[in-house]
C-alpha cells in the first residue's frame, strides 16, 4: 500500500499544473461519496502536487510516518480533507500537506480492501476521461485502470490499457517509463506469453534518456515472477544488463542477486521487487 500511495504522488504531478487544489478537495469528497475511493485517491494526489508545486516544502519523516499510518474509514478521510481545505484557506502548507498525505494512505487501504470493485470504477474513469478530453484518457489513468485490471487477473484488459498508456510516457521520467513496461511485461506473463514479457522486461530498462533510474534503480518485480516461472537464464541477462546502468549500488546489488540466482538461491530484491 506504502508503494501504491507514492507511486501516485508521483505520477499525480503530470495533472496538477492547472488544477487548484480547494477544486480538487471538493471533487475528491464528491466521488468519495459515490463509493469511488481509486478516483478519489487520484485526486488527492494531485491536489497536494498542486499544493506544493514551486515550493521546497517537505514533511519530517515523523510526520511522514504518522500520515502513513491513516486509519482506513470514510470518515476519517473526509475529516481530513476538511482539515486540509482549512489549512489551504489559511496559507498553511505544511499542515495541508500532512493532511492531504494522510487522506492518501486512508484512502490506499479503502482501494485495497475491494479489487473488484476499483477495477470496474478504474475501468469507468478511463473512459469518462476519455470523454471528457475527446480522446484517449491520460496515461496515469490508463496505468491505474491496468493496475487494478492486474489484481483481479484480467490480464488481456490489462495489456490493452498499458499498451494505450506507454505511448504516452516517452517524455515521462524513466522511473514511470520503467515500470509501466514491468507491469506490461507481468500481464503477458499472466497470459503466458513470455516472448512479449521478456520483451517488455528489457525495454524496461532501455529508454534512450540520461541518468536512467538514478534515484532508485530498475523494478524487479518482472524478473521476481520469470524467477517463480524457473526462467533464470532471463533473468541472469536482465540482472548482467541492469548492473550496468547509473544508480545506487547497481554493480554490487546485481552481482549479490546474480550469485544468489546462480546458486537456486531467491534474491531479496527489497522494495524494488514489488509492483
Do not use: F
Given at each position: 500500500m506504502r508503494t501504491l500511495a507514492i507511486f501516485l504522488m508521483c505520477?499525480?504531478?503530470?495533472?496538477?499544473?492547472?488544477?487548484?487544489?480547494?477544486?480538487?478537495?471538493?471533487?475528491?469528497?464528491?466521488?468519495?461519496?459515490?463509493?469511488?475511493?481509486g478516483r478519489a485517491l487520484v485526486l488527492v494526489v494531485m491536489a497536494n502536487q498542486s499544493l506544493l508545486k514551486g515550493t521546497t516544502s517537505a514533511l519530517s519523516p515523523t510526520r511522514i510516518r504518522a500520515a502513513m499510518e491513516q486509519e482506513g474509514s470514510v470518515q476519517a478521510v473526509q475529516g481530513l480533507l476538511d482539515a486540509a481545505a482549512q489549512a489551504i484557506s489559511t496559507g498553511n502548507k505544511e499542515e495541508a500537506g500532512f493532511r492531504l498525505r494522510s487522506a492518501t494512505a486512508g484512502l490506499a487501504?479503502?482501494?485495497?480492501?475491494?479489487?473488484?470493485?476499483?477495477?470496474?470504477?478504474?475501468?469507468?474513469?478511463?473512459?469518462?476521461?476519455?470523454?471528457?478530453?475527446?480522446?484517449?484518457?491520460?496515461?496515469?489513468?490508463?496505468?491505474?485502470?491496468?493496475?487494478?485490471?492486474?489484481?483481479?487477473?484480467?490480464?488481456?484488459?490489462?495489456?490493452?490499457?498499458?499498451?494505450?498508456?506507454?505511448?504516452?510516457?516517452?517524455?515521462?521520467?524513466?522511473?514511470?517509463?520503467?515500470?509501466?513496461?514491468?507491469?506490461?511485461?507481468?500481464?503477458?506473463?499472466?497470459?503466458?506469453?513470455?516472448?512479449?514479457?521478456?520483451?517488455?522486461?528489457?525495454?524496461?530498462?532501455?529508454?534512450?534518456?540520461?541518468?536512467?533510474?538514478?534515484?532508485?534503480?530498475?523494478?524487479?518485480?518482472?524478473?521476481?515472477l520469470f524467477l517463480e516461472r524457473g526462467d533464470t537464464q532471463t533473468v541472469l541477462a536482465f540482472l548482467k544488463e541492469a548492473g550496468t546502468l547509473d544508480w545506487p549500488g547497481a554493480a554490487e546489488k546485481t552481482a549479490r542477486w546474480l550469485a544468489d540466482v546462480q546458486q537456486n538461491r531467491k534474491p531479496d530484491f527489497g522494495m524494488l521487487g514489488t509492483f
Open positions: 505520477c499525480g504531478c503530470l495533472w496538477s499544473q492547472s488544477a487548484k487544489p480547494d477544486e480538487l478537495l471538493v471533487a475528491a469528497r464528491q466521488v468519495i461519496g459515490s463509493g469511488n475511493y487501504r479503502l482501494v485495497s480492501h475491494n479489487p473488484a470493485s476499483d477495477a470496474l470504477n478504474a475501468r469507468q474513469d478511463v473512459v469518462s476521461e476519455a470523454r471528457e478530453r475527446g480522446g484517449e484518457a491520460l496515461s496515469p489513468t490508463l496505468h491505474r485502470a491496468a493496475r487494478a485490471a492486474w489484481t483481479v487477473r484480467d490480464h488481456r484488459t490489462c495489456i490493452d490499457l498499458m499498451n494505450r498508456a506507454i505511448p504516452q510516457v516517452h517524455r515521462l521520467t524513466t522511473i514511470v517509463y520503467n515500470r509501466y513496461y514491468t507491469l506490461l511485461g507481468a500481464c503477458y506473463l499472466g497470459m503466458n506469453d513470455a516472448a512479449k514479457a521478456t520483451e517488455a522486461l528489457w525495454q524496461s530498462i532501455r529508454k534512450p534518456a540520461p541518468g536512467v533510474l538514478k534515484s532508485s534503480g530498475p523494478n524487479m518485480g518482472l524478473a521476481t
